[in-house]
């Protein structure tokens, strides 16, 4: 069977696919829960093992008890609280490694088979580099909250998600790739406005998720409790003053930050409805029709739980909700763009775009 038709390794990129949504998924529950910072030590083969018996808990827990988090956070913790959340970091890390296996594994297997030819092999491999990467960015972003504060560093939490989302794009990209056989991208595809305009879509919501990464990260959720007021005000002053220079803000102060998560996702949904509008004038397939309606609708169902985190306080079942619906857009985009690069173009608009804006 050829590489293109086999369905055992498309499946597989779909497994991988779901595989990452999920670790990003539940790693936003570790985060929430504070538990990320409860293992200290990074062993990828000893740690598949728990702490066994009630001297290995001790010894576990005194480490703990060393860690900024503790002193300053979470002093005075007992025994059987350190155990729930460092429970939920142990199966973090255990569904992480599992994770691998299930990346690895078959990749070797159709290597190895000749199912993915040696010279095709570039971008699968990467895929199994990626996760590995993963690891080893994940332990990266940990060990900043075991230094001198309770807290990991927003901005290489932020990393961690932006290249989860990159691997995430490079793997099912692959798989609809597989899924519709390789076809072939239709010329002049990249250079209509529609395809220009999911691409600025595209880049719109990854910075606008890279800022949820950011919020996250400052914990900026709990900045305000209001909306649309924040602090009283529509725009609260002295947003770009905290710190100086005032770019700083936009990255280091939480109201800063929390203030442009809030307000972009509204520029989202106005290239959504832009990009809806062209691709209704272009006449493109209703696959891309729909794919949009769902994306508009999830923008705004996003918009409403964005809403709703702040009202309640950032609830646990509401910010991962929120977390979830953000990896839906993504892929939602991705799909669009995919289907886009393979829709035909109509012939007036091929001329056009072949012999340039002067022709009549």
Known sequence: MSLEKNKALTIWLFVVSFLIVFMVVFGGLVRLTRSGLSIVEWNPVSGVIP????QAWQAEFAKYQQTPEYQKVNAGMTLAEYKEIFLLEYFHRLIARFAGLLVAIPLLYFLFKGIIPWRRSA??????????????????????????????????????????LGLLALTLWMALKHAYGFPEPVPHARQTPAFRLAILLM????????????VAGLKAGHASDTFPLMFGYLIPPGLLSVVQPWWKNLLETAATVHFVHRWFAFVVLLMALILYGTTRRRANSVTVHRSLLLLMALVVVQILLGIS???????IVLALLHQFTALCLFIVALFIIYRLVHEPVPYAEQLRLRLGPQTT
């Open 203 to 214: 880049i719109v919501l990854v910075l606008q998720i890279s800022y949820g990464g950011l």
């Open 123 to 164: 971008v699968y491999i990467l895929i199994g580099i990626g996760f590995a990467f993963q690891g080893v960015l994940g332990w990266y972003m940990v060990s900043s909250g075991l230094i001198d504060r309770p807290a990991v560093s927003h901005f290489r939490l932020t990393a961690h998600l932006l290249t989860a």
């Open 309 to 315: 985190v702040i009202w309640f306080h950032v609830p």
């Open 51 to 54: 702490p066994i018996g009630e």
